[in-house]
């Protein structure tokens, strides 16, 4: 009989302890895989948001912020020329421009400083899919005697008690310092999740932010690629043929993804190694127990001169046939229980820095759940090498007598 077919009666013949064997192996991948796949949807979810909201490229000026205020952060002045320039490039999607600025918005006796953002009203509302929710956008070509738009957080119209159709006044620091009043109709409001924008900031279109700054310059160009795994090397081949201009990645810029991804990284890293040694401690316990109870088997085939190498790779064989099975049970409860997670519509709480909790979702990734398996697999065969090395040194004679 073939080596493969010894291992499957061996494996049969103690069923119940292999049994057991094999559900600790396959509860153990089905955990790591899960984690995996809720790892992988949040890394997807926090790369999203930020390429959403500031773009796969950010192109700003390379010279220091001058003093001066709100108008210093407007340094690109020529930005028209250099979308067209950008929009020309292959991959290339949209380029959007973006005017930050502060000031004060007021409606009746209730003021507020809020953190704006003049925007393209015609591209803008296509880039940032659900991770802004708006009740309205600004109109890209409004009628010459309808006033100027803005859209504001929803926690910021809260504050002033405004909604949809309200009049409102802006004032900001226009040329030389003097401020500028500018009258308003709000849009409609928007929602981000995170206070910190939804309670301080406005967007308004690019017309409006000139109008009020008294000037059309931008403080920033947003490349949005069809391709964003191309963003770095876009980047590197801009910068060097603007020097006087900055290019970035969303990868650079982005400050929650990096920080969230270590703590994901340590946390499901420890949680794998405690899996891991779990998972080799069961099988080294199991093939221990199967070479005490073979004893007889094991000095047999040495008497009759089977290799050493032989005998130990019997064993191992056994071992890589239970890590086989139970790492198919393990992906097939994983699968079940992904798609069960997926189609309950669980919530996660709000993390720091957010109003609300998000839909718990746990990716399928076949690749890498079929190189854990494989991981397992090889760790059982370690665990039960080590395991056969250890325990099958008997004495021959001994053992046959049955001493």
Request: aromatic share 6%.
């Amino acid at each position: 009989m073939n080596m493969l077919g010894i291992a499957l009666r061996s494996l049969r013949r103690d069923a119940g302890r292999n049994a057991r064997t094999a559900l600790i192996i396959a509860v153990g991948l089905a955990a790591l895989l899960l984690g995996e796949g809720f790892m992988l949807s949040t890394y997807d979810a926090l790369r999203e948001i930020a390429m959403r909201g500031q773009g796969h490229v950010i192109i700003t000026s390379a010279a220091p912020l001058p003093p001066g205020g709100v108008l210093a952060r407007l340094t690109l002045g020529d930005w028209r020329t250099l979308r067209d320039e950008l929009l020309e490039e292959e991959g290339v999607l949209r380029v959007l421009p973006r005017a930050r600025f502060e000031g004060l918005v007021s409606r009746g006796e209730t003021s507020a400083a809020f953190s704006g953002t003049g925007v393209d009203p015609a591209e803008e509302f296509k880039v940032h899919g659900p991770f802004l929710r708006t009740t309205a956008v600004l109109d890209p070509w409004p009628a010459p005697d309808t006033p100027p738009e803005v859209l504001l957080g929803d926690g910021l119209a809260r504050l002033l008690g405004a909604e949809a159709g309200d009049g409102l006044v802006l004032q900001a620091p226009g040329e030389g310092m003097s401020p500028v009043h500018l009258k308003v109709r709000l849009a409609g409001l928007y929602h981000t999740g995170t206070p910190a924008v939804d309670d301080h900031t406005l967007m308004t279109g690019l017309d409006t932010a000139a109008a009020l700054l008294g000037t059309d310059r931008v403080s920033r160009l947003s490349v949005y690629l069809q391709d964003p795994a191309r963003a770095a090397d876009f980047a590197r081949r801009f910068q060097a043929r603007h020097p006087g201009l900055r290019a970035r990645t969303w990868a650079q810029l982005a400050e929650l993804y990096p920080k969230v991804k270590a703590q994901y990284d340590r946390i499901f890293g420890v949680m794998g190694a405690i899996i891991l040694a779990l998972v080799f401690i069961a099988v080294a316990n199991t093939i221990a127990l199967a070479t005490h109870q073979r004893r007889a088997e094991i000095a047999t085939l040495a008497a009759l001169g089977t290799q050493r190498w032989r005998i130990h790779a019997r064993f191992v064989l056994e071992a890589c046939l239970l890590g086989l099975l139970a790492t198919a049970l393990g992906m097939a409860l994983a699968w079940a229980l992904a798609h069960a997670v997926n189609a309950a519509g669980l919530m996660m709480p709000a993390p720091p820095g957010k109003s609300e909790g998000y839909p718990i979702y746990i990716y399928v990734s076949w690749p890498h759940y079929l190189a854990t398996a494989a991981l397992l697999t090889l760790l059982a065969a370690l665990a039960a090498w080590r395991a056969v090395r250890r325990n099958a040194r008997i004495d021959i004679a001994a053992t046959l007598a049955g001493g």
